[in-house]
C-alpha cells in the first residue's frame, strides 16, 4: 500500500509501454503476459445473501448498521457501500494460488511477486442498488497496465481492474482498483506526509488480530501479509501483518455512514453515489489508527462531497480519498 500517482478512471484502455530498463529485462514475458491479460475478461455469480452480510457488520461493529448480533437483514436490503466485496470470492483451490497466497487472475510474471492494494473508485447505482435477495454477476476486465522503474519498490507494474456488477435490472456498482506488483523484497520506508487538516468527525481504533482474521475469512482472501506474520515479516520484510486496503476503504464508509446517521438521521443507503481512495503506506495489526472526515461542501443542490482520510499511531497520512452523497432523501 504505498502511493502512486494514478488516474482511477478512463474512458478508454491504454497501451503497455515499459521502459528501456523494464524491456530489457522482461520486455518477451511481460508483453506475452499483457497481450493476454488485456483481452482476458472473468466472470462471476453469487447470490447475495443475508449472513454474509451480518457477519461483517458483527465484524465491525458499526453503530449505524441494524443487522448485528443475530439480526439477519431482510430480502431488498440494501448492500452498504464497500460491502460487496464479501461476495464474488475468488473459488480457486489452495494448489493454484501464488506462494503469498493471492490468487493468480492478472498476475504479471516472475519476478513481480510482491501485491499491494494501491487504491480504488467506486460507483454506485443509486435507482438500482445491489440487494439482499439479487442474483447478481461481477464482470473483470483490465483497464490498463503501466510500468515503473525505480524507486522504493524497483521495478513494478501497475494493474487496473474493472468489476462491474449487475443485477436482473442492469448495473449495480461500477469498482476500479489499482493493484501493484513489485520485485523489491526489501521495503524502504515510505515518505511520510503529516496530517495537517483538522477532521471535524472522526474515531480512533486499533486493528486487531480478529478484525483482520475475521475479514480475511468474509472476503475468502489468502493473502499471507494479513495473517502469516512469519511470512509478512521475514519474507516480505514488514514490521508486522497489514491491514487490508479494501478494509482500510470501509471503515472509511463505516465513519461517513454513522456521522451522516447521528446528524441527519439514518442514512439511505442509496444516497452514496462514489467513493475513491488512495493507499499511501501500510497500517499494521495492533497499532492504533484515527478515521477522519469532514464535510467539504455541497458540491450543487443536491450532492455533499466528504473529505476523508486515515492517520497511523504518528498522525501520518496513510488513507486519503472523498466521497459524494446525494442530498436527496
Known amino acids: 500500500m504505498f502511493s ?26 511481460l508483453e506475452a503476459w499483457r497481450s493476454t491479460a488485456m483481452e482476458t475478461e472473468t466472470c462471476a455469480s453469487d447470490v447475495i445473501t443475508s ?29 452498504p457501500a464497500t460491502y460487496h466485496h464479501i461476495y464474488f470470492p475468488p473459488r ?40 439482499v435477495g439479487d442474483e447478481a454477476t461481477m464482470v473483470t476486465t483490465v483497464n490498463r497496465i503501466e510500468t515503473k522503474q525505480g524507486g522504493r519498490l524497483g521495478d513494478s507494474v501497475l494493474v487496473w481492474l474493472d468489476k462491474d456488477i449487475h443485477n436482473a435490472q442492469g448495473w449495480a456498482v461500477h469498482e476500479q482498483r489499482c493493484l501493484v506488483y513489485a520485485t523489491n523484497n526489501h521495503h524502504a520506508s515510505p515518505r511520510m506526509i503529516k496530517a495537517r487538516k483538522p477532521p471535524s468527525f472522526s474515531k480512533t481504533i486499533c486493528p486487531s488480530p480478529i478484525l483482520l482474521f475475521r475479514y480475511s475469512a468474509l472476503t475468502f482472501n489468502a493473502h499471507r501479509i ?49 467513493f475513491d481512495y488512495r493507499c499511501l503506506m501500510p497500517l499494521y495489526v495492533d497499532k492504533p489508527l484515527t478515521l477522519c472526515g469532514r464535510q467539504v ?6 450532492q455533499m462531497l466528504f473529505d476523508l482520510w486515515i492517520v497511523d499511531h504518528d498522525n501520518n497520512l496513510a488513507v486519503k480519498g472523498n466521497a459524494v452523497i446525494s442530498n436527496k432523501v
Request: proline share 9%; no cysteine; glycine share 4%.
Open 4 to 29: 502512486y500517482q494514478f488516474l482511477l478512471r478512463t474512458t478508454r484502455r491504454r497501451a503497455f509501454f515499459p521502459t528501456n530498463a523494464i524491456r530489457t529485462l522482461h520486455n518477451a514475458s
Open 51 to 79: 449472513s454474509p452480510l451480518n457477519l461483517l457488520a458483527n465484524t465491525l461493529d458499526e453503530p449505524s448498521v441494524p443487522f448485528k448480533h443475530a439480526i439477519l437483514p431482510a430480502a431488498g436490503t440494501v448492500v
Open 92 to 131: 480457486t483451490v489452495e494448489s493454484e494460488l501464488a506462494a503469498d497466497g493471492f490468487e493468480n487472475d492478472f498476475h504479471p510474471p516472475e519476478p513481480f511477486v510482491e501485491r499491494m492494494w494501491a487504491g480504488a473508485r467506486l460507483e454506485f447505482n443509486p435507482v438500482n442498488p445491489l440487494r
Open 226 to 274: 494479513h495473517y502469516d506474520h512469519p511470512y509478512a515479516t521475514q519474507r516480505e520484510h514488514h514490521p508486522d501483518r497489514l491491514v487490508h486496503g479494501p478494509l482500510s476503504g470501509t471503515l472509511l464508509m463505516t465513519l461517513l455512514r454513522t456521522h451522516v446517521s447521528e446528524k441527519h438521521g439514518h442514512l439511505n443507503e442509496t444516497r452514496i453515489l462514489s
Open 297 to 302: 461542501s455541497d458540491t450543487d443542490d443536491n
